[in-house]
T-cell receptor, first 110, second 114 residues
Framework: DAKTTQPTSMDCAEGRAANLPCNHS???????VYWYRQIHSQGPQYIIH???NNETNEMASLIITEDRKSSTLILPHATLRDTAVYYC???????????FGTGTRLTIIP | DAGVIQSPRHEVTEMGQEVTLRCKPI?????LFWYRQTMMRGLELLIY????????DSGMPEDRFSAKMPNASFSTLKIQPSEPRDSAVYFC????????????FGDGTRLSIL
């Protein structure tokens, strides 16, 4: 699976959009971008995934660049409960493994 | 719907003792994963099953670790004998066989070996 690079930490004001970047410059054509988050003392929680089109669900939006070498997870109106570590993972379509990196520690500030 | 259920939530035991962690996957899911999380190594995949059969156990650290899935609704991860370096949070996750379905995680078992 391709390697991902994320900032170690970010802050965002409550109520604002949180934009979390991820670089995956070695991604191959059949690899998907997945986002999970882990709130303290809980198991990782699936957020969203995509291949090349932008995706949106009830939790977040995923913007993938045209060359697919980077992506951005957008939490449109961040709340204090969104404080967590966010993991960007690149995964082969038929490979069931998830390889977690160190993620981005997002802190929502009141 | 019930999510992935793990038990116990916390386990404290002395080194040398046998430890058994339990997992009930989401009903209808046929792939099950065991992960371990430590400060030093982050989240690591230990083993995963598909249709109750172990597919990849390359992440199992050593022979003291074993995992079984006797049926579609239950799996165990056993450590015997346990050592202090086994202290970690152990997560179980499950998913369906369909391509690109997300894994759903339990809340983990926090294991402390004294």
């Amino acid at each position: 699976d391709a390697k991902t690079t994320q900032p170690t930490s970010m802050d965002c004001a409550e109520g604002r959009a949180a934009n979390l970047p991820c670089n995956h410059s070695t991604i191959s054509g059949n690899e998907y971008v997945y986002w999970y988050r882990q709130i303290h003392s809980q198991g990782p929680q699936y957020i969203i995934h995509g291949l090349k089109n932008n995706e949106t669900n009830e939790m977040a939006s995923l913007i993938i660049t045209e060359d697919r070498k980077s992506s951005t997870l957008i939490l449109p109106h961040a709340t204090l409960r969104d404080t967590a570590v966010y993991y960007c993972i690149v995964r082969l379509d038929r490979n069931e493994k998830l390889t977690f990196g160190t993620g981005t520690r997002l802190t929502i500030i009141p | 719907d019930a999510g992935v259920i793990q038990s116990p939530r916390h386990e404290v035991t002395e080194m040398g003792q046998e430890v058994t962690l339990r997992c009930k996957p989401i009903s209808g899911h046929n792939s099950l994963f065991w992960y371990r999380q430590t400060m030093m190594r982050g989240l690591e995949l230990l083993i995963y099953f598909n249709n109750n059969v172990p597919i990849d156990d390359s992440g199992m650290p050593e022979d003291r670790f074993s995992a079984k899935m006797p049926n579609a609704s239950f799996s165990t991860l056993k450590i015997q004998p346990s050592e202090p370096r086994d202290s970690a949070v152990y997560f179980c996750a499950s998913t369906t066989d369909s391509i690109n379905q997300p894994q759903h995680f339990g809340d983990g078992t926090r294991l402390s070996i004294l």
